[in-house]
């Protein structure tokens, strides 16, 4: 059964930081895009990051460009969002997720919530 | 930014009702990297239509898609309880990628 599993989330004050971990299981992200997407409470969903199937494009929102990082380890198939200078509005549910709607693909995970708070 | 504006926020219908949801891009969006999503509470989204037009797998010929350019719309017929949810469209073929703000369908 495939699995996007999300980790790492948690409280941190604002300027903190937060490293967000998926693990994907019973599917090899290794020829496939991923990205992370986020929802702050009760709102919407916003598109966060980008990063091509071999690390080669990486692509992020205005909102979060220079403070997040996304990087992927095919080797041990996972995905990560680096999260410096936390603001409160970067507060939301966190999920990776990979789509290739071609290929009947379009998993997520179940989410990491991060709050940042003082 | 390729802002997606959706129309309404919320709709109620009785279920066996068509609807239908507006989703009007301030920029073209090449139709092969237009999707619309389904969310229910305390889920991920789920892929309902892709290619603006094509059903994602298990998706009900219910829901179909279409548009173009910038705009764009899903259509519910024969609605059922369980289609309650908030439906987003998502454009992805120019960075960012942008989600519409979503629109709440109710199940009377």
């Known amino acids: 059964q495939v699995q996007l599993v999300d980790s790492g989330g948690g409280v941190v004050q604002p300027g903190g930081s937060l490293r967000l971990s998926c693990s994907a299981v019973g599917f090899s992200i290794s020829r496939y895009a991923m990205h992370w997407v986020r929802q702050a409470p009760g709102k919407g969903l916003e598109w966060v990051a980008h990063i091509a199937f071999d690390g080669g494009n990486i692509l992020y929102a205005d909102s979060v460009r220079g403070r997040f990082t996304i990087s992927r380890d095919n080797a041990n198939n996972t995905l990560a969002l680096q999260m410096n200078s936390l603001r409160v509005e970067d507060t939301a549910v966190y999920y990776c997720a990979t789509w290739a709607f071609t290929l009947g693909i379009d998993y997520w995970g179940q989410g990491a919530l991060v709050a940042v708070s003082s | 930014e390729n802002v997606l504006t959706q129309s309404p926020g919320t709709l109620s219908f009785s279920p066996g009702e068509r609807v239908t949801l507006s989703c009007r891009a301030s920029?073209?969006?090449?139709?092969?990297?237009f999707v619309w999503y389904q969310q229910k509470r305390g889920q991920a989204p789920r892929v309902l239509i892709y290619r603006t037009s094509s059903r994602a797998t298990g998706i009900p010929d219910r829901f179909s898609g279409s548009g173009s350019g910038t705009d764009f719309t899903l259509t519910i017929s024969r609605l059922e309880p369980e289609d309650s949810a908030v439906y987003f469209c998502q454009q992805y073929g120019s960075s960012p990628y942008t989600f519409g703000q979503g629109t709440k369908l109710e199940i009377k």
């Open positions: 920029q073209s969006v090449d139709s092969r990297f």
